[in-house]
C-alpha cells in the first residue's frame, strides 16, 4: 500500500512539471474576453481553425506514406545501400523544420535561382508561366511532411523490425499475398507504433510556428502570436492556447483509444523476419522510392545550406562558435536524460498500480508537446518567477536575508521548459517500448522476489532498451532545434546554435544563418548515427 | 561505471551552474530586443570606454517585457532597449520604467523622439518609404494614399500585418486620418497586393526586381544592407533596382519608428545603465547604428552613411511616438478587418 503510494506520488510529483504551465494557462484564460473573440470570429479565427486542420490532415497523409513506406522497404527487403537507408532516412530528423523552410524558399520562391534561371533561360517575366507557390499551404505541408516523417518512420521501423519470421510464415499458411500480408499483419501490428509517431509528428506540426509564420499560412499558433504580441492581450493568447489544447486532447484520445484496441504482443519466439532479396528493376524502383525522402528531406535543404555557408566562408568558425555548439549540446544531452528518465517512472508507475491516478499523470505529461514553445516558455516563466519572489519575500521578512531569483533566469528554468515539452516525447518511446513487454513477464519476476525497481533496472530497461535510446534520439534532437522557449527563458550571456540561426535567418540574413544552421544538422547527425548503431548492435546480442 | 556517472553528474551540474549570475565589479544588464549580433560592437565599444561590462539577453520584445513584469522586484534587468516605439511605449504602460534623468540625453535628442515623460529615449531611427521598380510608371505616386488608386492592381508587396513595421504604420496613419479613413486605405491596399504577405522586407525588395510586383513598402535599412553588400550579388543587384521614394512630403511626412530604450524601477544598477543609455546616444555609437546596419541617427550632425545620403533628404512624420503604442491593437484588428493577412 505504502510502496503504491509511493510511486502515485513520484509519478503526480513529474506530471505536476507539465501541470503547472497548463494551470498557469488556465489561471490567465479566466478574464473574459468578449470583445476580443467577438472580433477574432469575425475576421480571423475560422481561418486559423481551418489553416491548421488542413496543415493537420496533410502532414498525417504525407508523413504516414513516406514514414511507413520507407520503413517497411528497409527493414523487409535486401537491396543496395539497404543498410545505408536503415540509417539515414533519419537524417530529416535533425533539420528544423524553419530551417527546411528558409532553404526551400531562397532555392523555389519567385526571385529564387531555379525561377530566376526559368525567366532568363525563356526570357519570360514573372507571370507568363506556372510555377508552384512555396510560400503557401501546400507548401508548410509539404516542409511539415518531410521533417516529420521520421518520427513515424523511426517507430514502424522499430515495430517492423519486432515482427519475426513467424507472423510471415502465419501469412504465407493463409495464402496472402504480400500485399495482403502487409494490410492485414504488418500493418495492423505495427499500428499502434505508427500512430504514437504520427501523433508526435501532428503535434509538432500544430505548435510549429517558425515554418509556418514564414510561409504566411495563418495557423493557429500564428494567431496566438498575434493575439499577444499584436493585440497586447495575453488573456486571449492564452485562451487560444487552451482551445489548440483541446486539439491535442481530442488527437491523444484518438491515440490512447486505437492503442487499446490493438494491443499485440509478438511472442518473439522465432526469429528476426528473413529479408527478401530484390535485384533488377525492383532494385532500383525500392533504391528511388528511399531515396525520394532523403532527397527533399535532407540532401537538398543542406545542399542549399552548404552553398550559401560556402559564399560566407570568411565568417567561418569564430571561438564564439565552439560555445555556442557546447551550450546547444550539453543543454540537450541533459534534457534528453532527465526526460527519459521521468518518463520511465511515470510509466512504469501506471504499469504497476493501473490506477486512474497514474494514468491521468500519463496524460498530462503527454499533453506538453503541443503546447507551442512560447506558450510554455510564458507558463514556465511565470509560476517560476512567483515561487521565487515568494520564497525571497518570506526570506527576507523571517530570515533577515534576500534569496533573489533562484530558478528564474537560470539553466533549470530553461531545461524544466523543455521537460514541459519534450517529456510526452520521451514517454512516447517509453511506452512503447513497455508495451511490448507482457506484463506476465513482470508477474514472474516479481514472484521470484525482485522489488519493482529491480525488475525495472533487470528486466524491462534491457528488453526496452531501442526504445529507450529513440527517446533520447529524439529529445536530443527537438532540444537542439528549440527556439521559441529558449529565447524567452535563456539566461544572460547564453545563447544556442537555434537562437543564432534564427536571430540571422529572421533579419532575411539565410546565407549568414547557414553555419550555425548547418552545425545544429551535423550536431543532431551524431546521435542519429550513433544511436542507430546502438540499436542495432543491441539487436544482435539480444 | 559508477565513476563515469559521476563524472557526467559533476560536467552536467557544473554547466547547469555556469551560466549563473557572475558578480563584476562594474557590469549593467540589458534585456534587448534588437539582435545580440547588431548589439556586440556598440556594447563592446562601451565596455573599452567605460569598463563597465554589459550582461545581455536578446529576445523579442513583448517577451522581455513579460519576463521583466514577472520577475518583479528582483528582475536582474537594469536597461530594457526594444526595436520600435510601440514596445516602449507598452513597457511605460506596465509601469517598469523609471524617469531617465540626464540633462546629456534631453539636450541632444529631439524631444520628438523621446518620451513625454522622460521614461524612454529614441536611439536610432528608422524610416518606412515606398520604394519602386522602373516598372511602376503607371502613376507619379508620392503619398502613402497614391497607393490605393485602382490603377495599381496587383503592383504592391508588403509583409504580413503580424509585423510591428505594418502595425505602426498603421497607427500612426489612425493618428493622422482617423480610423475610418485608414481602413478605406488599407482595404484598397490590400486589393493592390500583388501576392498574399509573405517573407520579410527584403523579400518584397527581392520579389519586386523579380517582377512580381513593382512597388514595395519596406524599411530603408533593409535596402541599405542589401546594397551594402556587393559580395551577395543577386541580392545587390536587386536592390539596385529600387527607387526609395519619401512619401507625404508636403503634408504629415515620412512614416518613422526609432529603436530606443529606458532604464528599469528595479534595476540594481541604475547609475551604469544611464551610463550606456548616454554611450548609445553619443556621436561615436550614433555612427555606429548607421555603419552596422544603416539606421537613421536620432539626432542632429551625425555624419551620414553615404548610402542613407544618396536617397536624399526627407521630412518624418512628427506624430507623438507614444500613438504608436496606444494605437498598436486598434491597428491589428483594423489590419485583420481588411483582409490584410
Redesign the interface.
Request: aromatic share 8%.
Given at each position: 500500500m505504502i510502496r503504491s503510494f509511493r510511486w502515485e506520488f513520484t509519478s503526480g510529483l513529474i506530471a505536476s512539471i507539465v501541470l503547472l504551465p497548463l494551470l498557469t494557462l488556465g489561471w490567465l484564460s479566466l478574464q473574459s474576453n468578449q470583445a476580443l473573440w467577438s472580433?477574432?470570429a469575425s475576421?480571423?479565427l475560422g481561418d486559423y481553425i481551418l489553416s491548421s486542420l488542413a496543415l493537420m490532415l496533410g502532414v498525417a497523409v504525407l508523413s504516414l506514406l513516406l514514414g511507413i513506406g520507407s520503413a517497411y522497404l528497409v527493414t523487409q527487403y535486401e537491396f543496395r545501400c539497404v543498410r545505408f537507408f536503415y540509417w539515414a532516412l533519419l537524417l530529416p530528423l535533425a533539420m528544423p523544420a524553419y530551417i527546411t523552410a528558409y532553404s526551400y524558399?531562397g532555392l523555389l520562391?519567385?526571385?529564387g535561382p531555379i525561377?530566376?534561371h526559368i525567366?532568363d533561360t525563356f526570357s519570360l517575366?514573372?507571370?507568363d508561366y506556372w510555377f508552384p507557390e512555396i510560400?503557401?499551404l501546400g507548401g508548410a505541408i509539404f516542409v511539415l511532411s518531410f521533417v516529420l516523417y521520421p518520427y513515424v518512420f523511426l517507430m514502424a521501423r522499430s515495430s517492423f523490425m519486432e515482427q519475426s519470421q513467424h507472423l510471415r510464415d502465419v501469412a504465407q499458411l493463409l495464402g496472402y499475398s504480400r500485399t495482403k500480408a502487409f494490410f492485414r499483419i504488418n500493418l495492423p501490428i505495427a499500428r499502434p507504433a505508427i500512430i504514437a509517431g504520427l501523433s508526435l509528428a501532428l503535434m509538432e506540426t500544430l505548435a510549429d510556428f517558425g515554418a509556418v509564420?514564414?510561409?504566411?499560412v495563418?495557423s493557429f499558433t500564428?494567431g496566438i502570436?498575434?493575439t499577444?504580441?499584436?493585440?497586447?492581450?495575453?488573456e486571449g493568447a492564452a485562451q487560444l492556447a487552451l482551445l489548440l489544447l483541446g486539439f491535442v486532447v481530442v488527437l491523444l484520445a484518438l491515440e490512447t483509444s486505437s492503442r487499446k484496441r490493438a494491443a499485440y504482443h509478438d511472442k518473439k519466439t522465432s526469429a528476426p523476419a528473413q529479408r527478401i532479396t530484390l535485384s533488377g528493376t525492383k532494385q532500383l524502383i525500392a533504391i528511388g522510392l528511399v531515396s525520394l525522402p532523403l532527397l527533399l528531406g535532407f540532401v537538398i535543404p543542406s545542399a542549399q545550406l552548404v552553398i550559401w555557408a560556402a559564399?560566407n566562408a570568411s565568417d567561418f568558425l569564430e571561438p564564439a562558435f565552439w560555445q555556442l555548439l557546447w551550450n546547444t549540446v550539453?543543454l540537450a544531452?541533459?534534457t534528453a536524460v532527465v526526460a527519459l528518465s521521468l518518463a520511465i517512472l511515470v510509466a512504469y508507475a501506471h504499469r504497476l498500480n493501473q490506477s486512474r491516478f497514474t494514468k491521468f499523470a500519463k496524460r498530462i505529461v503527454g499533453l506538453g508537446y503541443a503546447i507551442p514553445g512560447?506558450v510554455i516558455?510564458?507558463g514556465t516563466?511565470?509560476p517560476l518567477?512567483?515561487f521565487?519572489?515568494s520564497l525571497?519575500a518570506w526570506m527576507r521578512s523571517n530570515a533577515g536575508f534576500?534569496t533573489?531569483?533562484l530558478i528564474?533566469?537560470?539553466?533549470?528554468a530553461l531545461?524544466i521548459a523543455y521537460l514541459v515539452r519534450f517529456l510526452a516525447v520521451a514517454l512516447n518511446s517509453v511506452e512503447s517500448g513497455l508495451d511490448s513487454v507482457r506484463l506476465n513477464m513482470d508477474q514472474a519476476a516479481r514472484s521470484l522476489g525482485l522489488s519493482p525497481i529491480k525488475v525495472l533496472k533487470q528486466i524491462h530497461l534491457p528488453l526496452m532498451r531501442s526504445s529507450l535510446f529513440t527517446g533520447l534520439l529524439i529529445v536530443f534532437v527537438d532540444v537542439m532545434k528549440e527556439l521559441p522557449a529558449t529565447?524567452?527563458?535563456?539566461?544572460?550571456?547564453?545563447?544556442t546554435l537555434a537562437v543564432?540561426a534564427y536571430?540571422?535567418a529572421?533579419?532575411?540574413r539565410l546565407?549568414d544563418a547557414a553555419l550555425p544552421s548547418i552545425a545544429i544538422v551535423l550536431a543532431g547527425l551524431i546521435p542519429v548515427i550513433v544511436l542507430s548503431r546502438l540499436s542495432r548492435s543491441s539487436k544482435h546480442t539480444s | 561505471m559508477k565513476k563515469t556517472t559521476t563524472l557526467v553528474l559533476l560536467?552536467?551540474t557544473s554547466?547547469?551552474l555556469s551560466?549563473?549570475?557572475k558578480k563584476s565589479a562594474e557590469e549593467v544588464?540589458l534585456y534587448s530586443a534588437r539582435?545580440?549580433?547588431l548589439m556586440a560592437p556598440l556594447l563592446e565599444a562601451f565596455t573599452a570606454e567605460t569598463g563597465i561590462s554589459v550582461?545581455?539577453?536578446?529576445?523579442?520584445a513583448?517577451?522581455l517585457l513579460?519576463?521583466i513584469e514577472?520577475?518583479?522586484?528582483?528582475?536582474?534587468a537594469d536597461v530594457l532597449l526594444t526595436t520600435d516605439a510601440g514596445r516602449l511605449h507598452?513597457a511605460k504602460s506596465a509601469g517598469i520604467f523609471s524617469t531617465l534623468n540626464s540633462s546629456l540625453l534631453s539636450s541632444t535628442i529631439p524631444s520628438q523622439y523621446r518620451d513625454s515623460d522622460d521614461q524612454w529615449v529614441g536611439l536610432s531611427l528608422r524610416a518606412r518609404p515606398i520604394m519602386l521598380t522602373p516598372a511602376s510608371t503607371q502613376m507619379e505616386i508620392t503619398r502613402y494614399q497614391d497607393l490605393v488608386d485602382p490603377s495599381l492592381e496587383g503592383q504592391i508587396c508588403v509583409r504580413?500585418?503580424?509585423n510591428?513595421y505594418n502595425?505602426s504604420l498603421i497607427a500612426a496613419s489612425i493618428e493622422a486620418l482617423g480610423e475610418a479613413e485608414t481602413e478605406n486605405w488599407a482595404k484598397g491596399l490590400v486589393a493592390n497586393f500583388a501576392r498574399?504577405?509573405?517573407?520579410?522586407?527584403?523579400?518584397q525588395i527581392?520579389?519586386a526586381?523579380?517582377?512580381?510586383c513593382s512597388i514595395v513598402i519596406a524599411n530603408t535599412y533593409?535596402l541599405a544592407n542589401m546594397l551594402a553588400d556587393k559580395?551577395?550579388t543577386?541580392d545587390f543587384q536587386?536592390a539596385s533596382k529600387m527607387t526609395v521614394v519619401w512619401p507625404n512630403q508636403e503634408d504629415r511626412g515620412t512614416h518613422v519608428n526609432v529603436s530606443g530604450a529606458g532604464i528599469l524601477k528595479t534595476a540594481k544598477n541604475s547609475a551604469n545603465a544611464l551610463k550606456l543609455i548616454e554611450f548609445l546616444a553619443s556621436d561615436t555609437a550614433q555612427k555606429m547604428y548607421a555603419e552596422l546596419n544603416y539606421e537613421f541617427p536620432v539626432k542632429d550632425g551625425i555624419e551620414l552613411h553615404p548610402i542613407l545620403k544618396s536617397w536624399g533628404e526627407f521630412k518624418a512624420d512628427s506624430v507623438e511616438l507614444s500613438k504608436l503604442g496606444e494605437n498598436?491593437?486598434a491597428a491589428?484588428?483594423l489590419m485583420?478587418?481588411a483582409g490584410w493577412?
Open positions: 472580433h477574432l475576421t480571423v524558399t520562391d519567385v526571385a525561377q530566376s525567366r517575366s514573372y507571370g510560400r503557401s509564420s514564414y510561409f504566411g495563418n500564428t502570436f498575434r499577444w504580441y499584436g493585440l497586447d492581450n495575453v559564399e550539453m544531452g541533459i512560447i516558455a510564458v516563466l511565470i518567477a512567483y521565487d519572489n525571497d534576500s533573489g531569483l528564474s533566469g537560470t539553466l533549470l531545461v529565447l524567452v527563458l535563456k539566461p544572460f550571456n547564453f545563447n543564432r536571430e540571422l529572421s533579419d532575411e546565407a | 560536467i552536467a554547466f547547469l551560466a549563473c549570475e544588464n539582435k545580440e549580433a550582461n545581455i539577453i536578446s529576445g523579442k513583448d517577451a513579460t519576463r514577472s520577475e518583479g522586484i528582483n528582475s536582474p507598452r504580413s500585418s503580424g510591428i502595425q498574399k504577405p509573405q517573407g520579410g522586407d527584403r523579400d527581392r520579389a526586381a523579380a517582377g512580381q533593409y559580395d551577395k543577386d536587386a498598436n491593437a491589428v484588428q485583420d478587418r493577412k
